[in-house]
């Protein structure tokens, strides 16, 4: 049975922008002294941008302003936006219901930044409403974003398929009472770093 809507989270799903979010991050994060394992990263894959670097500096006891290191991350961030490819078995799923039924994208990114990507990508004009950290106050695992996504598309959460990379992600689509595909399991995520 045909879904009434997909939702499409958009980093590690749409596009293959995980790598660079990581080197990112890594690169920001060094000037300070602080690491970042790769598994650690994926491990929060979905949170926004403040919560992640927040957390790290907490973890890490370095007192230094989380914004500030927010704003250093995503301009290292957007200088890579150019090289990100898509994520080809995900994007022919989007096309293939493109016109056909209502498509959102549900990101805990911040929202300049995902609708770069999905503009650099070519597909920003397929969804009818983008979703991002700054949308919801609560963010994945918990289903706000999702739920928000459905809202705006004008339909029933129960009858939305979410597309989701990440562990928080999965679950977030799940408590919103919808089906959920792993995109890990039609593509095998590229990592800067072999995997412990």
Partial sequence: MQPAALIFDC?????????????AWVATLQ???????EDLFYAMGGWPTLK????????????IPPQRIVDEKEAVFESMLGSIQPITPVIDIAAKHRGVIPM?????????????TLEHLG????F????TCEDVELHKPFPDTYLEAAKQLNVDPKGCTVYEDTDPGIEAGMRAGMQVVDVRTLYTPRRVTPKK
């Fill in 104 to 116: 959102a994208v549900g990101s805990g990114g911040l929202k300049h930044l995902v609708v770069e």
């Fill in 31 to 37: 000037r300070y002294d602080v690491e970042l394992d």
């Fill in 11 to 23: 980093d590690g799903t749409l596009a293959d922008t995980m790598p660079a979010h990581y080197e």
């Fill in 123 to 126: 597909i920003a004009d397929w």
């Fill in 52 to 63: 992640v670097a927040t957390h790290l500096l907490e973890r890490a006891r370095v007192n």
């Fill in 128 to 131: 009818q409403a983008i979703v």
